[in-house]
């Protein structure tokens, strides 16, 4: 059932005090006595349940994270391992070292100060080997 606004209760008429007629009890309520009608009550804002679920849905859940880090460790890890393979051949590809700077820009976490240092690291050992291609690896 829907409630609008400000409806008209059901037409009563209100009679005076004293005033009966036949067959009506002898009371009779005073107009001011009688309650006006419900004013119209503010709306619900249904933004705040939206807002509220589609903060629940952002929010990842511990499982989760853990499961993009290990993910991305891994990735990490790969790549490197085949930088390895490279380097043990003699010659490590440009593509190769690119491939490890776009890992290395989704493998950073902020709540890991040892783990960036690392990365910092490798990053860095990464733009030396392209600076000796001759190309410089922007920051």
Do not use: C, H
Not at 46 to 61: P, R, S, T, V
Not at 75 to 84: A, C, R, S, V
Not at 111 to 137: H, N, Q, S
């Amino acid at each position: 059932m829907r409630i609008q606004g400000k409806t008209p209760l059901s037409s009563m008429s209100y009679r005076a005090i004293g005033q009966r007629t036949q067959g009506s009890p002898a009371f009779a309520a005073e107009p001011a006595a009688m309650p006006e009608a419900a004013t119209g009550a503010a709306p619900v804002v249904a933004g705040a349940a939206i807002e509220a679920l589609l903060a629940l849905q952002g929010a990842d859940d511990p499982l989760r994270q853990r499961r993009k880090a290990v993910r991305r460790g891994t990735t990490l890890l790969d790549t490197l391992e085949d930088i390895k393979s490279d380097l043990l051949v003699g010659r490590v590809s440009e593509g190769r070292l690119n491939q490890l700077l776009a890992v290395i820009g989704q493998a950073r976490e902020k709540t890991l100060p040892a783990l960036d240092a690392v990365i910092d690291d490798i990053e860095l050992r990464a733009r030396v080997e392209l600076a000796k291609f001759g190309r410089y690896a922007e920051a």
